[in-house]
């Protein structure tokens, strides 16, 4: 085989591995639970708890939602 397909290969396979590492790694740093779209608080919620389950800030939860202080109540 030509030297240069040799090359043209491992280059190709250098790309692959390096996007199955990529995708790997996006899927480690971020778990499925960060990943929610919604959830509905429920009683004994606080936001701290939400921060905890989902891996997000309590802060960036109270300013995704525009929240005003920190209290939360069931249903929201």
Known sequence: MPKGVD??????????????????????SF?????????IVRKGDYLV???????VPWQDIKKINGLAGTTIYPGQ
């Not at 591995?17 to 990529?22: C, E, G, I, K, W």
């Not at 708890?49 to 891996?55: I, P, Q, V, Y």
């Open 49 to 55: 708890k939400l921060e905890e389950r989902f891996g």
């Open 31 to 39: 778990p499925e639970s960060s990943l929610a779209r919604s959830y």
């Open 7 to 28: 090359q043209e290969r491992k280059i190709h396979r250098i790309i692959i591995l390096m996007s199955v590492l990529a995708a790997a790694f996006f899927l480690i």
